[in-house]
């Protein structure tokens, strides 16, 4: 009975996003049992799986028919999706009184490499660098992003990256960008950590009205008083005078605030910091 109800409550999501207009019956029924394995504790990502806890009552060729040969339109269900997280993100910013936060970032779903006689290798893989393990894996690389507030976060795109395909990371962060149609009273700030502020991406910001907020790398070209050096570089000549002294909890840091044109973009805030008893 419990899991009635909780097929029930999917479903009248669903209902609440409009898909009974754009879906029949059977494919309802299958996205209702693919949404509730997906939430499973124990669901490792199989078709198996996905027919065992979601206690789907037919076959489970039928689900291997339904993704390979069923007319449903994908796009439609990511689109009214999309739409409502939307919708529900703005309403949240309003009522906080706070920016709508959105966040570009990359992942890797690490596979096990094939071998060299291996007849078939699962499509889309191949050796990505991971900042976490600082070397090359095996496996699907998909860069993502989320929208959120102070207190909640959707996640709201993703992107598969293949090297073969010739679209950088930052070109496929750009695509998701557009499909985000915020409301124009809303202020939007984009973060990012250092792997990802391009010049295209962040114009592609800025083009949309959004403040861009990222990390930069330690080896990026700044111009202070006309002369190029990297910010690790210059922050060596800076002494504690040249900072402001903020603290943040029960730790204290020094700021230092530069204003130019790093790396080819017009214009530019870098806040160098570093914890105040390090120097």
């Not at 479903?11 to 394995?37: C, E, R, T």
């Amino acid at each position: 009975m419990n899991r009635l109800a909780h097929h029930q409550g999917i479903h009248k999501f669903f209902m609440a996003l409009g898909l009974a207009l754009s879906f029949s019956k059977p494919v309802m029924k299958h996205l209702v049992h693919i949404v509730d394995a997906l939430t499973t504790k124990g669901f490792s990502g199989t078709l198996t799986d996905l027919h065992h806890w979601s206690f789907h009552p037919n076959h489970r060729t039928t689900l291997s028919h339904f993704f390979t040969k069923s007319p449903w339109n994908e796009e439609r269900l990511l689109d009214k999706l999309q739409e409502w997280i939307l919708r529900r993100i703005e309403r949240l910013a309003k009522r906080e009184k706070h920016p709508l936060f959105v966040s570009i970032d990359d992942t890797i779903c690490q596979k096990t490499k094939p071998s060299s006689r291996a007849a078939h290798a699962i499509q889309g893989c191949d050796g990505h660098d991971s900042h976490k393990d600082h070397q090359s894996v095996w496996g699907h690389s998909l860069v993502w992003l989320m929208v959120h507030t102070m207190t909640q976060a959707f996640p709201f795109a993703f992107r598969l990256y293949d090297k073969a395909a010739g679209t950088s990371k930052g070109g496929l962060a750009i695509e998701m960008l557009s499909s985000l149609k915020v409301k124009p009273d809303l202020s939007v700030s984009v973060l990012m950590d250092s792997w990802h502020p391009s010049k295209e991406l962040i114009e592609a910001c800025l083009k949309k009205g959004f403040h861009v907020i990222a990390m930069l790398k330690t080896n990026r070209i700044l111009y202070p008083k006309g002369i190029a050096v990297q910010a690790k570089q210059f922050a060596r000549y800076l002494e504690p005078h040249d900072t402001r002294l903020v603290t943040v909890g029960q730790e204290r840091y020094r700021v230092y605030r530069y204003e130019g044109a790093p790396g080819g973009l017009d214009d530019a805030v870098v806040l160098l910091t570093w914890k105040a008893d390090l120097r």
